[in-house]
């Protein structure tokens, strides 16, 4: 699961500050020096996609900032699935954004590929080669290069051209073709163009002559562009347009073209510039590519190819946003090789870095990366893996999985219901809850083709996730989703908080190779729970059996929390071959606050979560009229400032909900709804019902509509959206409705001014009712103290001490480790020299610490605060100390910032010192 980069980024002049090195940590600014130090914090989290492919989503903290990195790695001789160029709407030439493209082809993962013209034409810009078929011309300009795809499963890094020509039957008219789909077509040349450029010219101009073709025959001719662009013709200017006006309606003629030098089995080919590794080092002369910013860190995407061709690296590295530095084309040439690429070649990048995926677990798809305009570019065609259906190649088991019976019977129901886009992820998630549940009846999924399957050993599952139902909704863990939008908190580990009362069930989930669920009696041995519960609960093993009670197999846990407690959960499942499937860790951290948190406003109430939109299966998007545009999809989470409001409910996390609009029409009243599929119903009496919205300043209302028992619809008006960025908005419900069933049917942007039609978006999350907040009866007991005399009773305080020198992250980690498993309750970390975060001049509100100081970094201060706030369990406490001596004030100051006590020391003065020694 774990698997960490071994490079840290060169300074390059990009380091404001030199921080002093040890001996044991100085490095050589060289091709050879790893990119990322052992001394950096870094964490991963590896999925795999299907057999032959993993996600791998790495994050870390170099000596030039945060770096978040996805990288998807596949086997090219896997007959489950294929790499290939996939066109948005079937069309070179007409961009979509990844994701749609991705849902639109069933993809199991989409990456951005090559440049294009977003100008105009909104093609790209050199060599597309997809079901054995070249459809787009290599671009004639050195720069670009090409990776090509074998049918044997070979990638080839390399440069090729393309000719073709146009012959009539008697072979008296021939006419060089210099290009095939170009986005435009230069002087004394001609242009093949196929069904799939759709972008119509219908410009005229004097110079250039098309005649159209339809099996092999010549149908129309003129001068100037065809007024529609769809079909197969040719556009020829100068000396070869004088060539083409010869042919008219109903000439016989063949077309011919090649690339050279050719080879056979050409299935698919992708292409980009400048090639990045060239036979395992970094290409010369990357930094003369000012025009992509060469030397500017930014947003990149990249492909490579490892030493036998077999294994094709895609990467795309996050930039421009907090948390993601991105990286200059010389140290994407260095990833790349770290990543075991021997040739690479540099893709289009900046806002069209993307990557999408299909979450094994869920089955949705996410977003893998976090886009720098905060969504996707539309682009002209992704680098797609797409899954081959069983039938084409031959399979291990006869027998149909679960998920492909879902699939087919989910894509039959959506489709009648209108929303076909969506059932992938809903056939996904039905086949999960189908194949985990009691009595599978024939299929093992996890039997290979061995003519007597009693005969072979059996083995662990090849992955195994978790899923904690908490009463309310259920989380999986691993999460794709969570990873991307977590950012830097990644580092820290993946967590899910719950509140006081909670019940949680743990369930295991197994899958095989294929990422197909087995079920979970089919493996030996069963998992192994390792439990890290709360220092003062270690030593009460009644109480430690009354809240965590595992299931006779292991394959499922109750589990209640205890008030204030932080527990760490990790789980693996052991074969009897001594196989062992991947690890998943966890921490359960229990709020000491009720089931919803209070407000403090007018009574106590309570906001209830509604929905969070982990998923928008269970939404859809509708208009006013045909003549009105609207969408809906995820976008990853939060990465704007988000400013909390008063009585807000938490920020915006994970996915959040994007309807995209155009009330651009004339009609009076244009709207763009974001409809349930099934109406949330709102709890008994509600009061307001209130959700994060990001908008773009549009300045249309914003609105929902409740319907009560009757069947009457009744608005909810939030507002004008005259505000960038989230906000927590709220509209309260009509008070004759307080009391009885009520539903929230849709939300909706609309506008009755004329001169107020845009086009636009909003962002929406964590949709929730407010309610009185309901008396919760805790039945565990809060954590309670050691037994006095007990072995494992209060040890003495840790103390930790940090230099004034790098951070020694992994040693730092390990000794917070330690002290996780030491009997000590009580844990010091004293930052000698510096500190932490601004010293603050009076109350600090709980969060709101400016973070930097003297230090400098404020991401790596906020990474060492995460860092300690874990070392809470609700037995620990946790202080750290912060030594400055350009603090001429010797005195402290203290504040509280996620639970750590923050104390500032400033160095004594003569004067000071005076007094103290006077008593004063």
């Not at 930094?287 to 995407?301: C, E, M, N, Y």
């Not at 076909?420 to 189908?434: K, L, M, Q, R, T």
Request: net charge negative.
């Amino acid at each position: 699961m774990m698997r960490r980069l071994t490079f840290i980024l060169t300074l390059l002049g990009l380091l404001a500050v030199a921080l002093p090195l040890s001996a044991e940590q100085a490095f050589i600014s060289s091709p050879a020096t790893p990119l990322l130090g052992d001394w950096w914090p870094a964490a991963s989290l590896e999925l795999p996609l299907a057999h032959g492919a993993t996600l791998e989503r790495i994050s870390w903290l170099g000596s030039v900032g945060w770096m978040q990195l996805t990288v998807i790695t596949v086997d090219l001789g896997a007959q489950s699935l294929k790499v290939e160029p996939v066109l948005a709407h079937a069309a070179l030439s007409s961009p979509g954004r990844p994701t749609e493209v991705a849902r639109e082809n069933s993809l199991i993962a989409a990456v951005n590929s090559d440049f294009f013209d977003m100008g105009a034409t909104g093609g790209p810009l050199s060599l597309v080669a997809s079901e054995g078929r070249v459809i787009r011309s290599p671009r004639v300009d050195p720069s670009f290069a090409t990776i090509a795809i074998t049918r044997d499963g070979q990638a080839i890094l390399g440069q090729w051209d393309w000719v073709g020509a146009l012959e009539s039957a008697d072979g008296s008219i021939r006419v060089e073709l210099s290009a095939m789909n170009e986005i435009s077509v230069a002087q004394d040349s001609a242009v093949l163009y196929t069904p799939e450029w759709t972008w119509p010219r219908p410009q005229s101009r004097s110079d250039a002559a098309y005649i159209a073709i339809s099996e092999g025959v010549v149908t129309m001719a003129g001068n100037g562009y065809p007024a529609s662009g769809s079909g197969t013709y040719v556009v020829a200017r100068g000396s070869q347009a004088e060539l083409l006006r010869r042919l008219v309606p109903g000439d016989p003629v063949t077309i011919s073209h090649e690339l050279r030098p050719g080879f056979d089995g050409l299935v698919a080919a992708f292409s980009g510039k400048p090639i990045l590794v060239i036979d395992g080092e970094e290409a010369p002369g990357l930094l003369k590519h000012t025009g992509i910013s060469a030397a500017v860190p930014a947003p990149r995407t990249a492909a490579g190819i490892t030493a036998d061709g077999r294994t094709l690296i895609l990467a795309v590295v996050d930039g421009r946003l907090t948390g993601a530095r991105g990286a200059t084309l010389p140290e994407m040439a260095r990833i790349m090789i770290e990543l075991g690429a021997v040739s690479a070649l540099n893709l289009d990048g900046g806002a069209s870095s993307a990557v999408v995926a299909r979450d094994p677990v869920t089955g949705a798809l996410v977003s893998a990366s976090r886009p720098s305009g905060t969504v996707e570019r539309p682009v002209p065609y992704v680098i797609g893996l797409v899954p081959v259906l069983a039938a084409e190649v031959a399979t291990e088991s006869p027998a149909v999985s679960a998920v492909d019976e879902a699939s087919e019977a989910g894509a039959d129901v959506e489709a009648a219901d209108g929303h076909a886009d969506e059932d992938v992820d809903v056939a996904a998630d039905a086949a999960g809850d189908a194949s985990a549940d009691a009595g599978h009846g024939d299929a093992d999924l996890g039997a290979g083709p061995t003519a007597d399957a009693s005969l072979s050993q059996p083995s662990a599952p090849a992955f195994i996730a978790v899923e904690v139902d908490t009463g309310v909704r259920a989380y999986t863990f691993p999460s794709l989703a969570r990873a991307v939008a977590d950012g830097t908190r990644f580092i820290a580990g993946d967590e899910l908080a719950c509140p006081v009362g909670s019940k949680l069930r743990l369930r295991v989930i197994a899958f095989d190779e294929h990422m197909n669920r087995r079920p979970t009696d089919s493996a030996p041995n069963g998992p192994v729970w390792q439990v890290l519960h709360p220092k003062s609960l270690r030593s009460q093993q009644d109480l430690i059996e009354e809240v965590w009670r595992p299931a006779a197999d292991g394959s499922e846990v109750e589990f209640d929390p205890l008030p204030g407690s932080r527990t760490q959960i990790s789980v693996v499942w052991p074969g009897a071959d001594g196989s062992v499937s991947n690890v998943v860790s966890f921490a359960v951290r229990c709020d000491d606050l009720p089931l919803a948190a209070s407000t403090g406003t007018e009574a106590e109430r309570a906001w209830l979560l509604l929905d969070g939109f982990e998923a928008v299966d269970g939404w859809t998007a509708a208009t006013s009229s045909p003549t009105v545009l609207a969408s809906v999809a995820l976008a990853a989470g939060a990465p704007w400032d988000v400013s909390l409001g008063l009585a807000a409910p938490v920020a915006p996390v994970g996915n959040v909900a994007l309807l995209r609009f155009d009330l651009r029409s004339t009609e009076p009243t244009r709207a763009a709804y974001l409809r349930t599929v099934r109406p949330l119903l709102l709890p008994e009496g509600v009061k307001s019902v209130g959700m994060w919205v990001w908008s773009d300043g549009n300045g249309h209302w914003l609105r929902a509509t409740i319907v009560d028992g009757a069947g009457t619809k009744h608005p909810l008006d939030f507002g004008r959206l005259d505000w960038l960025g989230w906000r927590f908005v709220m509209a309260e419900v009509p008070a004759e409705l307080s009391g009885s069933s009520v539903a929230l049917s849709q939300i909706y942007v609309v506008e009755f001014k004329t001169e107020l039609g845009v086009s636009g978006e909003i962002g929406i999350d964590q949709v929730c009712a407010l309610v009185a907040a309901p008396e919760v009866e805790v039945e565990t007991a809060p954590l309670a103290a050691p037994v006095a005399g007990d072995a494992t009773g209060i040890g003495p305080a840790t103390t930790i001490t940090i230099g004034t020198g790098p951070i020694q992250w992994a040693r730092l980690r390990a000794e917070l480790e330690e002290f996780r498993l030491s009997a000590s309750h009580d844990l010091e970390i004293v930052l000698e020299g510096r500190t932490l975060a601004h010293r603050p001049s009076g109350i600090v509100r709980d969060g709101k610490l400016t973070m930097g100081g003297s230090m400098g970094d404020a991401i790596a201060a906020e990474l060492l605060l995460t860092m300690a706030a874990d070392c809470l369990d609700g037995s620990t406490s946790v202080t750290l100390i912060q030594e400055d001596n350009s603090l001429t004030d010797s005195g402290e100051t203290r504040a509280v910032v996620d639970g750590v006590l923050l104390i500032w020391r400033g160095r004594s003065t003569p004067a000071a010192d005076a007094a103290d020694a006077t008593g004063r």
